[in-house]
């Protein structure tokens, strides 16, 4: 089947009791047991519910893995991913990757004697030098939030393969809709489901998707044992956003298209970061390996105080963090979502306090357009 109906059906078959063409929330922490040893496959929701199952399906089959895991939060599905590692372990991962990662990886996970390399992924040279004999992980981000770079997925695959490494890949960004990592080489797929899964920027959740069956009997020890899983209602939720991912994906990728050329030719941006731009430093590996180039744009107007001026006066956009729903948001990585990394890596990777972050939403473009302009014609 394609990508719209498998969106539409796996995992969200109508409910066999009832024939609810939606299958209920189950809302219940606990399962009665038909006798001593004998249930109906669920007997505590911190281990398995419904609603997680059926979501669980759904990403397995969108993003092709074996099996998917869903959880609270990005970074809680992220954090499992990381805790497959042993002490004395090392992992290289994307410089320009989230703050969150780098936050989790430098101030916390360092202490079980993990080993953590941050190096330009868009080089696949500088992967292949910062391998070292204890390499079990790379973790990339493509594109990177905010700063868009592009990391050749099939290239550091071939990479990690070579040196027995897992390939993570966070595929938040452009969605399975636009980008099947797992096809290009990786064994797993992690997202920030708040984002363009759900779409509609009311739950936050996160997935791990796995290609191997033994990493996925780890990561459910994990889920359960943790009690990180997703609970239902936020299930729901996302299973309901999929639905639509397709129609959605479509209508953002063309939007930020026509925004990235809107910015590109103002006289007030400096420059834009957008992989469907031809002038984007790795817009060849963006076309040979995504089906779209999607909606998050970032562009530089120079100054804090002209970012300032560009966030306070818009009207349509909305000054939030977060990205991916229907709704334009606009943001400034270096004071709000990259607060947290130490100003001189901001500056190594490119997140100048000119910086200004574009999710863009499914709005009709030319009011997107409208209030863009009016805004930075106040610099
Ligand atoms: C690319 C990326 N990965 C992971 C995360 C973390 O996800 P969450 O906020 O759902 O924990 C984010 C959050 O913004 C993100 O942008």
């Known amino acids: 089947m394609g990508f719209a109906t498998d969106a539409i059906h796996v995992g969200q078959e109508p409910d066999p009791a009832t024939g609810a063409i939606v299958a209920p929330i189950y809302q219940t922490s606990t399962y009665v047991q038909d006798e001593l040893g004998k249930n109906k496959g669920y007997d505590y ?61 430098t101030q916390f996970l360092l202490q079980w004697n993990l080993k953590f ?49 897992t390939l993570v890949v966070d595929n938040t960004f452009l969605s399975p809709y636009l980008q099947s990592p797992i096809a290009l ?60 991912l397709a129609v959605r994906m479509k209508q953002h990728d063309a939007n930020g298209r026509t925004i990235a050329r809107f910015l590109e030719d103002h006289p007030h941006v400096k420059c834009v970061h957008y992989p469907g731009l031809p002038s984007h430093p790795q817009h060849e590996i963006a076309v040979r390996q995504q089906r779209g180039f999607g909606a998050m744009i970032s562009f530089d107007v120079v100054t804090l105080e002209n970012a300032r001026t560009v966030l306070n006066h818009v009207k349509l956009c909305s000054l939030a963090e977060s990205l991916g729903g229907v709704e334009t948001l606009i943001s400034h990585p270096a004071t709000m979502t990259h607060a947290s990394v130490p100003p001189e890596t901001r500056q190594k990777i490119g997140i100048t306090d000119g910086l200004i972050r574009l999710s863009v939403g499914i709005e009709d473009v030319e009011d997107l357009i409208a209030d863009l302009d009016q805004a930075l014609r106040r610099i």
């Open 117 to 165: 390399s941050f190096v330009n992924t868009s080089s696949v040279a500088e992967v292949e030098r910062a391998i070292q004999p204890n390499t079990k992980m790379i973790y990339i981000e493509t594109p990177t939030n905010p700063t868009m770079n592009v990391t050749d997925i099939a290239a550091v695959a071939k990479v990690s393969a070579a040196h027995k490494a």
């Open 45 to 105: 929701a911190r281990t398995a519910h419904p609603n997680r199952r059926a979501l669980e399906r759904t990403m397995a089959k969108l993003e092709g893995g074996s099996a998917a895991f869903v959880f609270t939060s990005g970074m809680a599905a992220i954090d499992s991913v990381f805790r497959l590692l042993r002490p004395g372990d090392h992992a290289i991962i994307s410089d320009a990757v989230y703050g969150g990662v780098i936050r989790l990886t």
């Open 185 to 244: 080489g990786a064994q797993i797929v992690v997202h920030s489901m708040t984002k363009y899964l759900n779409g509609h920027s009311d739950s936050v959740s996160g997935a791990v998707v796995l290609e191997r069956p033994a990493d996925a009997e780890k990561i459910y020890f994990l889920q359960r044992s943790t009690g990180a899983g997703l609970a239902p209602m936020d299930c729901f939720l996302v299973s309901r956003g999929i639905k639509t």
